[in-house]
């Protein structure tokens, strides 16, 4: 009798099946992208001024934080006062239609902000929004 090759239910797998592992991979992608912002955005404190009169405000491209220290961010990302004339500069053909969303915590000094809005009126940017924690509204 003639032993024919692969027809034997005894056979070896030889193959790997890689979907079990792709669907865990995509999985695990997906929890990392909606915590990831999360965890970042905590990273920064600052402790926002409260007010009963706080209103939700639209996503801006010109998002500003100034830290208690004194430290200058755009978007989470720590800037120098002369690299945001040079950003601003950047932007200058779409910027007089922006509003820049101002967060300062509640012991920066008075004078920085105003020193950060100055800045961008003098870059052509005159909206401004100032972040408040609304917490206190009934």
Known sequence: MAVGF???DDDVISGINVTPLVDVVLVLLIIFLITAPVIYQSAIKVQLPKAKTGEEAQKSAVMLTLTKEGDLLWDKERIDWKVL???LGAMSATIAQET????????TPH????????????AGLSR???SVD?????
């Open 134 to 138: 609304s917490s206190l509204k009934n």
């Open 111 to 122: 004078g920085t902000v105003i020193r950060l809005m100055d800045a961008l009126r003098q």
């Open 6 to 8: 692969g027809s034997s």
């Open 128 to 130: 401004f929004a100032l």
């Open 85 to 87: 004339a040079d950003r």
């Open 100 to 107: 820049a969303m101002i967060s300062a915590d509640e012991t």
